[in-house]
């Protein structure tokens, strides 16, 4: 009997093992580990320069790391600027140093406290793991920077010393330095970055050599530079168009003049953030970099823009440029919608009715707000159909880029009356009568079919498009579509292609600017430019920049069979380098050159724009 009892429990334990082998493993929760450095009132604060580092249980899934699910606002709600790095099981955000004497135009401000937000679940657009996990939960960290009471002992500013083993030095220039006459700024370019609190007019000696007499800067400023040995910076110098004597009154400078620049010793020297000044070097002991002055503005080896009315990004159905109003400019428009719904481009055949949940086509589930769904693009390939659903209500889709249909787009609507305009309408007026609206900041490209399930009277439209951009019409439209398009600029056809039969309206105006709750970038590259034969280079000339257009530059060889055109293989195009008003770029001779131009979108916030961009020669 024993033995047999024996037996039956030495049979249940086996079996009651193989149930727990055979069950699925619990998944653990993907959850935040720790911060570096830790965070929290009884931490030490932040200097200015120190980045975050939030570390996770499991690796991160890169592309699920972005401005909305990691966040730093300051005690406003305003987003901080930062750059955002993702390693495998970590995210930094790297704030953007201080470059002013007074070291407040950096991200964080000497004193203020910060909150770093992480989103979690339930959000969708929360931070995930690699294998798709939501983050478990938010997370949210208070981050104070120190004051100027509070400087650990030991450092001479609130800027951290830089952990790297490159000596601080004066980098000197490649080529001879020529300074046109009429806009004299000088170009010191380091290896380390600047203490901007040690940035005076008694760091250097400026001296006119054909009369040795020494002259006043008009103003000194640390920028930063991509020619610069990362993490180096600039120093640039303003002489201003009459330079001052440092013994009072002012000189002309004239062609053929030369000037040299001197780093002085002693009280007032430049120093980098641990407060060590630059080594000698070329800048010293007798050694001084110097400038040739040329006569005028020197010779233009590009300039934009031409004939071009937009410019668009790697993506052109982003939001882009355009050029308007002798302005390069962000193309937004308020009636286009915040763009809070990301890219509309589905994989699969989709439904889209007001309040109901869709596949945006990245797994992003997401609803309309209302009647409106605002997007940033829109992208319907072949062989996918989209139906519109207006049966509950109407249905306005907006794009703040540009829409390409490509596959097909069933309408379920009501048709509503045609109204007959003789002048330019509001377009919001237009949306507003419409049952279903198809409205975009960009262009509008058909090459597929849009049609009606309904049978549209003659004194009706089933649908009406209004257009900031062009319409390139080469698909099918439904009878009696209303056509609403912005005045173009000048010389420039609103409408490309077969309009068949739809009904044209006078132009429709637009609202400039970006709507409520809008947040995103604007991206757009010039067209290619070639450089003469002779040229390896120059100085970038950005006329009349608003605060907030960054532009960086980019350069392509010829291409090796047509030539006269630059090679559009990607892996020949060197990577974007920014860069700022009077930075020299270097490349190969007769290479074709353009520029890159980003800018952030924020409801409340000036619309960066610039009347003209140059290289011009050095």
Request: with cysteine.
């Amino acid at each position: 009997m024993r033995a047999a009892r024996r037996l039956l429990l030495l049979t249940l334990t086996a079996a009651a093992a193989a149930a727990c082998w055979r069950s699925p493993p619990r998944s653990r929760p993907f959850e935040v580990v720790r911060t570096s450095p830790a965070l929290g009132s009884a931490d030490a604060p932040l200097l200015l320069n120190d980045s975050i580092t939030v570390y996770f249980s499991d690796p991160v899934q890169p592309l699920s790391v972005t401005e909305d699910s990691v966040t730093l606002v300051d005690d406003a709600g305003r987003r901080v600027p930062g750059a955002l790095r993702v390693g495998a099981n970590w995210v930094t955000f790297e704030p953007e140093p201080p470059l002013a004497a007074d070291l407040g135009d950096g991200s964080f401000r000497p004193g203020a406290t910060y909150r770093l937000l992480v989103a979690g679940s339930p959000r969708s657009d929360a931070l995930r793991a690699t294998d798709g996990r939501l983050l478990a939960t938010p997370s949210t960290w208070q981050v104070r920077i120190a004051a100027e009471h509070q400087r650990p002992p030991g450092l001479v500013s609130l800027l951290r010393p830089l952990a790297v083993e490159m000596p601080f030095l004066l980098r000197p220039p490649d080529l001879p330095q020529r300074l046109p006459v009429d806009a004299p700024r000088l170009l010191l370019h380091f290896t380390l970055p600047l203490l901007p609190t040690a940035v005076t007019p008694e760091a250097v000696t400026i001296r006119l050599l054909r009369n040795l007499a020494v002259l006043q800067p008009r103003g000194l400023r640390v920028v930063t530079s991509r020619l610069d040995q990362f993490p180096g910076c600039t120093l640039e110098i303003d002489l201003g168009s009459q330079p001052l004597l440092a013994k009072g009154g002012t000189v002309a400078l004239r062609d053929g003049d030369y000037l040299s620049v001197e780093l002085n010793q002693g009280p007032g020297v430049l120093t980098d953030y641990a407060g060590s000044p630059v080594l000698p070097g070329m800048s010293q002991s007798g050694m001084a970099l110097w400038w040739n002055v040329v006569e005028g503005s020197s010779l233009c080896l590009a300039e934009w823009p031409g004939a071009e009315t937009s410019y668009v990004g790697e993506d052109p159905l982003q939001p882009a440029f355009e050029v308007r109003g002798g302005l390069i400019r962000p193309r937004v428009r308020v009636e286009a919608g915040d763009g809070s719904l990301g890219v509309f481009r589905p994989q699969r055949d989709t439904r889209l009715c007001p309040g109901e949940v869709f596949d945006r086509g990245d797994g992003q589930l997401v609803r309309s707000r209302g009647a409106d769904f605002p997007f940033l693009a829109i992208d319907i390939a072949a062989g996918v159909t989209v139906t519109v659903d207006a049966s509950k209500g109407p249905v306005h889709l907006l794009a703040c880029g540009s829409v390409r249909i490509d596959g097909v787009v069933e309408l379920i609507d009501d048709p509503v009356p045609l109204r007959v305009r003789r002048f330019e309408t509001q377009a919001r007026e237009l949306l507003a009568e419409a049952t279903i609206a198809l409205l975009t900041a960009g262009d509008l490209h058909l090459t597929g079919v849009v049609r009606s399930q309904s049978r549209t009277p003659t004194e009706a439209s089933p649908l009406s498009v209004l257009c900031a951009g062009q319409m390139h019409l080469s698909g099918e439209l439904p009878f009696h579509t209303l056509l609403a398009i912005e005045s173009p600029p000048a010389g420039n056809a609103a409408i490309l292609g077969a309009r068949g039969q739809a009904i044209v309206a006078p132009p429709v105006v637009f609202t400039y600017g970006v709507a409520e709750g809008a947040d995103f970038w604007v991206r757009g590259s010039t067209p290619w430019r070639q450089l003469p034969s002779d040229r390896d280079g120059g100085t970038v000339q950005l006329v009349d920049v608003k605060p907030g257009l960054a532009v960086a530059w980019q350069s392509a060889p010829m291409d090796p069979v047509a030539t006269g055109e630059p090679d559009r293989r990607v892996a020949r195009h060197s990577q974007p380098q920014p860069v700022l008003d009077r930075d020299a770029i270097v490349t190969g001779a007769g290479a074709f050159v353009r520029l890159g131009l980003a800018a952030h979108m924020q409801h409340g916030t000036a619309i960066p724009t610039a009347r003209e961009l140059r290289l011009i020669d050095r």
